[in-house]
T-cell receptor, first 116, second 115 residues
């Protein structure tokens, strides 16, 4: 059973460029969340996708956008890259529980983005 | 808003000694709490979670955590440290808004094991 996969593993971009990161959720999961982890920090929530809609968004500018496809995979796009966007970008997948409650999020290995 | 505070950014113990990593939470509703571990250059792996069942939660790799409402704490322990436990540990609380759950993480605690 494949876990959460992300691509690419590493990426180097220059300021002002655009980047697209990809995530495939764990088999059977329908929800994808994206987090940004700066060096030495805990992950920060960017947004969550469910049923191809953005369900909730963290405190990130509109330069950060995303998409979820019918097969539940997801993309994170960042436009007009800044030096401060350098971080590990983590994707987490989960399954919405019918009765509510805490769904467990399973994380992928991350994409290390370096902006020069 | 929900938040967590991890006391101690670095903890160092000897191999075989008790591991204690501290986490305090702030939540306006009964919380769901998680501990994750991150090895160098890897993603986060779930150690254990508290979802209002038993207050003592057992996880993988011999770790456990106890939910104490009176102290708003969810400390992580392991009776005997192993060299392979060296990693970064994150405590997280679930924040559910309009049915969507996000995790709010602490700053992390780096655990070092001395031989």
């Amino acid at each position: 059973d494949a876990g959460v996969t992300q691509s690419p593993t590493h990426l180097i971009k220059t300021r002002g460029q655009q980047v697209t990161l990809r995530c495939s959720p764990k088999s059977g999961h329908d929800t994808v969340s994206w987090y940004q982890q700066a060096l030495g920090q805990g992950p920060q929530f960017i947004f969550q996708y469910y049923e191809e809609e953005e369900r909730q968004r963290g405190n990130f500018p509109d330069r950060f956008s995303g998409h979820q496809f019918p097969n539940y995979s997801s993309e994170l796009n960042v436009n007009a890259l800044l030096l401060g966007d350098s971080a590990l970008y983590l994707c987490a997948s989960s399954l919405v529980l019918a009765g509510g409650g805490a769904d467990t999020q399973y994380f992928g290995p991350g994409t290390r983005l370096t902006v020069l | 808003a929900q938040s967590v505070t991890q006391l101690g950014s670095h903890v160092s113990v000897s191999e075989g000694a008790l591991v204690l990593l501290r986490c305090n939470y702030s939540s306006s509703v009964p919380p769901y709490l998680f501990w994750y571990v991150q090895y160098p250059n890897q993603g986060l792996q779930l150690l254990l979670k508290y979802t209002s069942a038993a207050t003592l939660v057992k996880g993988i790799n011999g770790f456990e955590a106890e939910f104490k409402k009176s102290e708003t704490s969810f400390h992580l322990t392991k009776p005997s440290a192993h060299m392979s436990d060296a990693a970064e540990y994150f405590c997280a609380v679930s924040d559910i808004v309009r049915g969507a759950q996000k995790l709010v993480f602490g700053q992390g605690t780096r655990l070092t094991i001395n031989p």
